[in-house]
């Protein structure tokens, strides 16, 4: 079986080692490389893990941000999703167990 690759998504990170903390600083950047992108494009592009993206637009980004591919995209395993253990402990218990709360006892002192 193969197994199933995902990533991750580095530009604000990046963005922000080089001293970019808005995404407007990009679209003139871009411009210059021929990429016109609107605003909610390019926030997006930031903000969010692109599922597409054109090899010229990465290329401008890393010409832009004088970094390399490898400090953009990072290839990651995708995780199989585990089942949720109950929070008592073993995964055969059902509820919430030993972190419910006790019942506070009163005992009055008759002295």
Do not use: N
């Amino acid at each position: 079986m193969t197994a199933k690759l995902d990533y991750e998504w580095h530009l604000r990170q990046v963005m922000a080692s080089r001293g970019m903390f808005s995404t407007t600083d990009l679209r003139p950047l871009l411009a210059e490389r021929g990429i016109d992108l609107s605003p909610s494009q390019i926030y997006r592009l930031v903000v969010d893990k692109p599922e597409r993206l054109s090899l010229r637009t990465l290329v401008a980004l890393m010409d832009i941000l004088g970094c390399r591919m490898e400090e953009l995209v990072e290839p990651v395993a995708a995780g199989v999703p585990q089942r949720r253990r109950a929070a008592g402990g073993s995964a055969g218990e059902a509820g919430l167990g030993a972190l419910r709360p006790k019942r506070a006892r009163i005992v009055r002192d008759e002295g």
